[in-house]
């Protein structure tokens, strides 16, 4: 979002150090997003207690923090996994942990914009709505070195005992391009016969070519190219008076015959550690319509090829999907269990966004293994439930084993995780802590950080929260709508129609003049133009 949210600062009621910036919206679509009492957050909040021996720092008395051990099961992990959390005769949770690993795609929501955009309605197997919300910018404080800031705010509902309780991670952007080590990146290329679709090949061609004159000289570029066969076409190449050579490489780059996804990984990653450079980031970027089908076509199987390269000389991965017919659960698990991330392009634009503008954030590294443990306080919380983040889930005792695979963050990524909390009768006091831990890239040694939220602080209402927080409901209503196919999911009570969506939707856009926020309202116009409607739209 730009920065005419913050013009709203004064006219906010009285908040503490942790709440965000932005204006606040009101009308029918609060009243349907209060009635569900769901789970949908956005921008900015303020600054957590740093704790990282379990204690708290705040001068007040002890806080549940998380830690390791604790019990698992009860209400609320059936909660998380999609049951419904709003019946009032639902027993209270045995377990107040929340734990999961750092995510930071937002291909799922990328490519239900393209799919929408060509007339079809996305598979909701593809929908993951924390991608939907990780979509969004989000003006959360920055730390002042590495690591992370925790920011966790929320707001009540109508409904009394409901709460909308966010998380809301950040680490700081590279100031400028020689703040960052070199990088040395293995770009595996898709030149499969699907790739000569316009929008695929070709922009990614362009794309090489833009950031090969946007890196630096002390940065490295391999090339590696994949269809039946794959083929190493550029070797590690120090970019220096290179760069008419990587242009020419990429220029060569043209569609043949089938996609033999697995063998270009592996080259890929053969590639990189032949070409590993002391002190840099060295990462493989793959560019792929996902559709594999020769060779190894199972993410783990292609994983557990190159897993050495991964674990030893700590080779990540970057995925870029691209295409209106993609192979997203593949592209997303070799990213997630690649120590990488994910993003989905089908502009020019949106290409060199990510090239371009956002290179320092998705070549390099900040943290390794993060992940987020939230403790909710069982004096004041009686039900909570985590929205999305379904295939990123840790277990709560193994949030301190450095050994369980967390997730990956770059320089001035956001991370948001929300939760619906049902809060006691007359509760008061201490709400819910949040953790974030992860491992320095370089000497690998654990941090930990933390942020709290006292009932005292929640916003009165919805409708005087920022307005990028209702950006985000509406992003994750949608994301609900669009994967209510998927049995696995009920849908979240109270989504209110997709018309009404496109309305807020536009509003905000107009508001916040943030044209994300206007491709958001077209895409549910694009839905709403193809009836696609939650199980339950036909009752209201």
């Known amino acids: 979002m730009n920065d005419i949210r913050r013009a709203a600062e004064a006219d906010r009621p009285r908040r503490s150090a942790r709440t965000a910036t932005c204006r606040g919206f009101g009308g029918s679509l609060l009243a349907l997003t209060v009635a569900g009492a769901v789970l949908l957050t956005g921008c900015g909040a303020g600054g957590g207690n740093n704790s990282t021996d379990g204690a708290d720092k705040s001068g007040r008395r002890n806080l549940p923090l998380p830690a390791p051990g604790r019990p698992t099961g009860g209400a609320a992990k059936g909660d998380e996994q999609g049951e419904r959390s709003d019946a009032p005769e639902a027993t209270p949770s045995a377990d107040y942990l929340s734990t999961f690993a750092l995510d930071v795609d937002t291909a799922s929501y990328g490519y239900a914009r393209r799919t929408l955009a060509g007339g079809r309605a996305p598979d909701p197997a593809t929908i ?4 939907f919300v990780n979509s969004f910018h989000q003006d959360y404080p920055r730390p002042e070195g590495n690591g992370f800031s925790v920011s966790v705010d929320g707001a009540r509902t109508d409904d009394g005992r409901w709460s909308l309780v966010r998380v809301g991670l950040a680490t700081r952007p590279a100031e400028n391009e020689r703040e960052r080590p070199p990088a040395a990146l293995t770009f595996v290329i898709d030149v499969s016969g699907s790739m000569s679709e316009p929008g695929r090949l070709d922009l990614a061609r362009e794309s090489l070519d833009v950031m090969t004159d946007r890196l630096r000289d002390d940065d490295s570029v391999a090339l590696v190219t994949f269809s039946d066969e ?8 120090r970019l220096g008076d290179h760069r008419a050579r990587v242009h020419r490489a990429i220029s060569g780059l043209e569609p043949t015959d089938s996609t033999n996804l697995g063998a270009g990984v592996r080259t890929g990653y053969a590639t990189a550690v032949h070409g590993l450079r002391e002190g840099a980031t060295n990462r493989v970027v793959l ?10 076509t199972d993410a783990d199987g292609i994983l557990e090829r190159i897993s050495s390269a991964r674990r030893l000389h700590g080779v990540t991965l970057f995925g870029v999907g691209v295409g209106s017919d993609y192979g997203d659960a593949l592209m997303e698990r070799l990213a997630d269990k690649g120590d990488g991330h994910t993003t989905y392009v089908s502009s020019r634009d949106e290409a060199l966004t990510v090239f371009c503008d956002q290179l320092p954030q998705n070549i390099d590294l900040t943290a390794r293994d993060a992940k987020a443990q939230v403790a909710f306080d069982p004096g004041t919380v009686e039900q909570f439930r985590l929205i999305g983040y379904d295939d990123r889930k840790v277990a709560d005792q193994d949030f301190r084993d450095d050994r369980v695979d967390g997730g990956e963050v770059g320089p001035g ?7 619906a909390v049902r809060t006691r009768p007359g509760a008061s006091g201490h709400l819910a802590t949040a953790t974030v831990r992860w491992l320095d890239p370089d000497s690998r040694a654990p941090h930990e950080e933390s942020g709290s939220l006292e009932t005292s602080d929640l916003y009165d209402g919805v409708r005087t929260s920022p307005n990028s927080f209702q950006v985000t409901a509406v992003a994750a209503y949608f994301a609900d709508v669009l994967r209510s196919g998927d049995a696995r999911w009920s849908s979240l009570p109270g989504v209110p129609p997709l018309h009404e969506l496109a309305s807020r939707a536009r ?13 958001l309202a077209t895409a549910i116009g694009r839905a709403e133009e193809l009836h696609i409607c939650a199980d339950d739209c036909a009752a209201r």
Not at 128 to 131: A, Y
Not at 287 to 296: C, Q, V, W
Not at 508 to 517: G, Q, R
């Open 287 to 296: 560019i792929s319509d996902g559709l594999a089908n020769t060779g190894d």
């Open 507 to 519: 509003l905000l856009a107009n508001a916040t003049e943030d044209k994300d926020v206007a491709a």
């Open 413 to 419: 990524h956001t991370v948001t995780a929300l939760y």
């Open 128 to 131: 993951r709505p924390e991608e």
């Open 230 to 237: 794959a083929e190493t076409v550029l070797p590690m190449t």
